[in-house]
């Protein structure tokens, strides 16, 4: 991650690669348990839906997946983890 990264995220930790998602039109990116650039059609309808906790000072807990599944179909792909 760059210097310029870091000033604009407030991190050097690198994301994970996205999974990209599709059921028919519909497509997603998977991160980190997040869904992201959610599209019908390729027009992003979504930015994202994300599960997110916070601490005391605001901070972002980082998630721990585990016994992660991705299945994926031609019209449908479904996500679990624990």
Do not use: C, K
Request: proline share 1%; hydrophobic share 45%.
């Amino acid at each position: 991650m760059t210097d310029d990264a870091f000033l604009l995220y407030g991190t050097r930790t690198v994301e994970a690669e996205p999974v990209r998602l599709r059921a028919g039109a519909l497509s997603a990116d998977f991160v980190n348990g997040n869904l992201r650039t959610i599209s019908h059609g390729g027009t992003e309808v979504l930015r994202a839906v994300a599960y997110i906790v916070r601490d005391r000072d605001w901070g972002t807990y980082e998630l721990n997946l585990t016994d992660l599944i991705i299945d994926q179909a031609a019209d449908a792909f479904s996500v679990s983890y624990s």
